[in-house]
């Protein structure tokens, strides 16, 4: 199954590290970021899971939930848990989705037969609270997953949804953004863009960032 922008995230039951889930009863209202990676017991996993545990705060700024997943069974992800907050020195404090029958990975197209036929490459979606996918990100399993770049992601997504703004490559939250082509009436400008803009091109308008 082939997951595009805007399409409602798939719902699930599966068991996890913390028992039985509903994806869609679960994220609630919050935004979600799902993640899967290839095994437990693996070290770039362990990296990421940790990096992902100590953004927590991070996260809980954003309204962001946290679920990772990978083929292996509950017990062992409650085994391997361990091994992560004692190497990586932090709380896992978010589930990890035991999708031992795979029925979430074919869901989400998480196994990529030229990669492994059975495990899960580094798969990320980011998933609003209307349950529509924002997001995603293919790594191969060979390359850990840059999590800074994810929360980056979800900064201009969240501006973007408040704010008839679009946000330049490589933006950072504070950073000047773009007025879109969209727009082009001047008085809506002037209601829109009070902070005014200035203009590279007449289709490159940049402006201070709204406030959030």
Request: hydrophobic fraction near 40%; aromatic fraction near 8%; charged fraction near 25%.
């Amino acid at each position: 199954m082939t997951l595009r922008l805007g399409d409602t995230a798939p719902d699930f039951e599966q068991d996890s590290s913390i028992g039985k889930i509903k994806f869609h009863e679960w994220a609630g209202d919050s935004w979600v970021v799902l993640f899967s990676h290839p095994a437990d017991f693996t070290p770039v996993c362990t990296t990421e899971l940790g990096l992902t545990a100590k953004l927590k705060p991070e996260f809980d700024k954003r309204n962001v939930k946290a679920i990772a997943l990978s083929v292996d069974p509950a017990d062992k992800h409650v085994e391997w848990i361990k091994d992560i907050e004692a190497t990586q020195k932090t709380v896992v404090g978010f589930p990890i989705v035991a999708d031992a029958d795979k029925s979430v990975s074919t869901l989400y197209d998480m196994i990529h037969p030229n990669q492994s036929a059975t495990a899960t490459v580094r798969s990320l979606f980011v998933i609003d609270p209307q349950k529509k996918i924002r997001l995603t990100i293919t790594y191969p399993m060979s390359t850990g997953r840059n999590f800074d770049e994810v929360l980056r992601v979800i900064d201009a997504l969240q501006l973007t949804d408040g704010y008839t703004v679009a946000t330049p490559g490589n933006w950072r939250d504070g950073d000047d953004v773009i007025i879109p082509l969209t727009v082009q009436d001047e008085a809506v400008i002037k209601q829109k863009y009070p902070k005014g803009f200035k203009a590279e091109r007449p289709y490159l308008r940049l402006t201070p960032q709204p406030n959030k």
